[in-house]
């Protein structure tokens, strides 16, 4: 079957760097995104990677391992705005976006 | 940029009663968009994947004659919660795929900011 884990919840303080990893094994790859979902309301873009390596974006990266079916999301600087559940989620080799349930990030001052 | 629009906001209706929701991709066109329900505190599930000109493709579990889905050009899809019960109620979200590489990733899923239905 297929199957992308990633933390249920984490915690982190303000101004820190947090990394958020997910594991996955799908039936093929055609990359690996992270949204971010704020309670209440719809999941937003952050990135996507298809190529090992670390995409850096401002203040977010994310980091891919095919061979080892890992990504993570790594948040420097944390702000409180920064609270959401972080999302990933692998394009399968029918084009099938696979979701993980997703991982709560707290941030405390 | 790649923006999604979902009408209405939230809504509240009687049992028994239909509701239709709408989502657009006002600058890009999709040929695959994606309607997703998410009750509160749990993951995204994706109800059917909707392909403009033809008929959608539903998630097992998810009934085709309660939930219709019309993706009748490249930027609109609706879904109608056909006979809606209290335990329709959740929050709809839909997402459309950027298939063209200008200002997008191509293969990502840009979501709308969904819609609260509310059922009595």
């Known amino acids: 079957g297929q199957n992308i884990d990633q933390p249920t919840e984490m915690t982190a303080t303000e101004g820190a760097i947090v990394q958020i990893n997910c594991t996955y094994q799908?039936?093929?790859?055609?990359?690996l995104f992270w949204y971010q979902q704020h309670a209440g309301e719809a999941p937003t873009f952050l990135s996507y990677?298809?190529l090992d390596g670390l995409e850096e974006k401002g203040r977010f990266s994310s980091f891919l391992s095919r061979s080892k079916g890992y990504s993570y999301l790594l948040l420097k600087e944390l702000q409180m705005k920064d609270s959401a559940s972080y999302l990933c989620?692998?394009?399968?080799?029918?084009?099938?976006?696979?979701w993980g349930a997703g991982t709560k990030l707290i941030i405390k001052p | 940029g790649a923006v999604v629009s979902q009408h209405p906001s939230w809504v509240i209706c009687k049992s028994g009663t239909s509701v239709k929701i709408e989502c657009r991709s006002l600058?890009?066109?999709?040929?695959?968009m994606f309607w997703y329900r998410q009750f509160p505190k749990q993951s995204l599930m994706l109800m059917a994947t909707?392909?403009?000109?033809?008929?959608?493709?539903?998630e097992q579990g998810v009934e085709k004659d309660k939930f219709l889905i019309n993706h009748a050009s490249l930027t609109l899809s609706t879904l109608t919660v056909t006979s809606a019960h209290p335990e329709d109620s959740s929050f709809y979200i839909c997402?459309?795929?950027?298939?063209?590489?200008?200002?997008?990733?191509?293969?990502?899923?840009?979501f709308g900011p969904g819609t609260r239905l509310t059922v009595l």
């Open positions: 990677n298809v």
């Open positions: 909707s392909n403009e000109g033809s008929k959608a493709t539903y």
């Open positions: 997402s459309a795929r950027a298939t063209d590489s200008r200002d997008r990733v191509s293969d990502t899923q840009y």
């Open positions: 799908t039936s093929g790859f055609n990359g």
């Open positions: 989620a692998v394009l399968d080799s029918n084009y099938q976006l696979i």
């Open positions: 600058d890009f066109q999709a040929t695959t």
